[in-house]
């Protein structure tokens, strides 16, 4: 397995939190679930110019669009098959990036790939996906990436108010603490959900929801024998109740289902094999 990662330099870094290449042996036909971050990505399959999106509820169904895509933010699993994590390189963005780079409002794009040829282009979508391709080192494709970045760069920042909000959400991700953001910022809950669900995809409530649960599986991801009551305690859950809610919600699993199930990146998720999955 290769997989190299960098942030990238300014003025990248305002929206973009890394650019990413990955690379590993084909491995035996299996689905993993890809589990919600709060935060979209630019994804090229760069073994073959397509990307398959399968029904979460059931394995077996499956949708293809292109091979170079916006992953929009989600409020729930994707699921993906492991052939396509054989050759691939992206961009994870900041919360609200994808506007400096001549994207839709990020609700336009939520729960959702699209083509990034509806955005960028035809010609230049097939140009970054052509130059990745002749690159001929990890750091090149990082290289090209970061240069077609800059290509499409403008210089479009998130509502101030907005920016103070993710800065005390990432803080404390407590569904409590809205109210108080929404005091500060000087403008009225519906504009400020309106806001912020037009820059970063979702409500207030439902990105601190899946912070919160983020920083959950990043503990629990680190640890072999995990006391998922001291979990959920110190990422800030009222109770066993809630956590076990929200990780159901967003992951299809319970706690100790994600644990029996997890994979070298915490966000990947086994979620059937070829036999079980009749693929």
Same mark, same amino acid.
């Given at each position: 397995?290769?997989?190299?990662?960098?942030?990238?330099?300014?003025?990248?870094?305002?929206?973009?939190?890394?650019?990413?290449?990955?690379?590993?042996?084909?491995?035996?036909?299996?689905?993993?679930?890809?589990?919600?971050?709060?935060?979209?990505?630019?994804?090229?399959?760069?073994?073959?110019?397509?990307?398959?999106?399968?029904?979460?509820?059931?394995?077996?169904?499956?949708?293809?669009?292109?091979?170079?895509?916006?992953?929009?933010?989600?409020?729930?699993?994707?699921?993906?098959?492991?052939?396509?994590?054989?050759?691939?390189?992206?961009?994870?963005?900041?919360?609200?990036?994808?506007?400096?780079?001549?994207?839709?409002?990020?609700?336009?794009?939520?729960?959702?790939?699209?083509?990034?040829?509806?955005?960028?282009?035809?010609?230049?979508?097939?140009?970054?996906?052509?130059?990745?391709?002749?690159?001929?080192?990890?750091?090149?494709?990082?290289?090209?990436?970061?240069?077609?970045?800059?290509?499409?760069?403008?210089?479009?920042?998130?509502?101030?108010?907005?920016?103070?909000?993710?800065?005390?959400?990432?803080?404390?991700?407590?569904?409590?603490?809205?109210?108080?953001?929404?005091?500060?910022?000087?403008?009225?809950?519906?504009? &400020? @959900?309106?806001? *912020? %669900?037009?820059?970063? +995809?979702? /409500? !207030?409530?439902? =990105?601190?929801?899946? $912070?919160?649960?983020?920083?959950?599986?990043?503990?629990?991801?680190?640890?072999?024998?995990?006391?998922?009551?001291?979990?959920?305690?110190?990422?800030?859950?009222?109770?066993?109740?809630? &956590? @076990?809610?929200? *990780? %159901?919600?967003?992951? +299809?699993? /319970? !706690?100790?289902? =994600?644990?029996?199930? $997890?994979?070298?990146?915490?966000?990947?998720?086994?979620?059937?094999?070829?036999?079980?999955?009749?693929?």
């Amino acid at each position: 397995m290769l997989y190299r990662h960098r942030r990238p330099r300014p003025p990248l870094d305002t929206a973009v939190e890394l650019i990413w290449f990955y690379r590993n042996d084909p491995r035996p036909l299996a689905l993993e679930r890809i589990l919600p971050s709060g935060t979209a990505q630019l994804i090229v399959n760069l073994k073959e110019d397509e990307i398959r999106a399968y029904d979460p509820d059931d394995g077996r169904r499956c949708g293809t669009v292109a091979g170079t895509v916006l992953a929009g933010v989600r409020s729930r699993y994707a699921v993906i098959d492991t052939s396509e994590q054989e050759y691939v390189a992206g961009v994870a963005f900041r919360p609200g990036g994808t506007a400096a780079f001549r994207g839709l409002p990020a609700h336009e794009t939520a729960e959702a790939d699209v083509p990034l040829d509806l955005l960028w282009g035809r010609a230049r979508t097939a140009g970054l996906r052509d130059r990745l391709l002749e690159s001929r080192s990890p750091d090149g494709i990082l290289d090209a990436i970061e240069e077609a970045l800059l290509e499409m760069w403008t210089p479009t920042s998130v509502h101030p108010a907005v920016a103070f909000a993710l800065s005390a959400f990432d803080r404390a991700p407590h569904v409590g603490s809205i109210a108080a953001v929404t005091s500060a910022v000087g403008l009225s809950a519906k504009r &400020f @959900i309106e806001r *912020f %669900r037009m820059q970063v +995809g979702m /409500t !207030p409530k439902r =990105y601190c929801r899946i $912070r919160r649960f983020q920083r959950a599986i990043a503990v629990a991801h680190g640890g072999t024998h995990v006391d998922w009551t001291r979990v959920a305690l110190d990422c800030g859950y009222f109770d066993q109740a809630h &956590f @076990i809610h929200d *990780f %159901r919600s967003f992951s +299809g699993l /319970t !706690p100790t289902g =994600y644990a029996a199930a $997890r994979t070298a990146f915490h966000n990947h998720v086994k979620f059937l094999q070829a036999d079980a999955a009749g693929l």
